[in-house]
């Protein structure tokens, strides 16, 4: 997959974080689809996980980003969808390491838990990360099945 498209969701808890998040990937040369909110009111982030979710998965997105207080629970939502591999990462280590071992298509971030530079260092190590395959092919392939 070549697309250079990520979407990009949240919920009220991570609107700010989300818009930079956003202009950081456009600098870095990705086309940020934001799919909001842009209001401040209460949002569930179950719908805003599974909306840029469904994204990745129908290959419109090559990766999703979502954004939540804590990063979790829109992980959870994101990870109930069909062919995603969502992770929540709060340094840079682990984003690397979802690419690399576990192919993850989204990543997630909790606004609460991680500054303004950690969160976009996270999504670079995150971007800048490719799946290793051999071994971890058998892995993914293994969790893959578990949807079924």
Known sequence: MTSKRIALSSDHAAIELRQKVAAHIASLGWEAVDVGPTSPESTPYPERGAEAARMVASGDCRFG????????????????????????????????????????????????????????????????????????????EMIKALED
Do not use: P, Y
Not at 72 to 84: E, F, L, R, T, W
Not at 111 to 134: N, P, T
């Open 65 to 140: 980003i979502v954004l939540c207080g804590t990063g979790q629970g829109i992980m959870m939502a994101a990870n109930k969808v069909k062919g995603i591999r969502c992770g929540v990462c709060s340094e840079e280590f682990s984003a690397r390491m979802i690419r690399q071992h576990n192919d993850a298509n989204m990543l997630s971030i909790g606004a609460r838990v991680v500054g303004e530079s950690l969160a976009l260092s996270i999504v670079e190590a995150f971007l800048g990360a490719e799946f290793e395959g051999g071994r971890h092919a058998t892995r993914v």
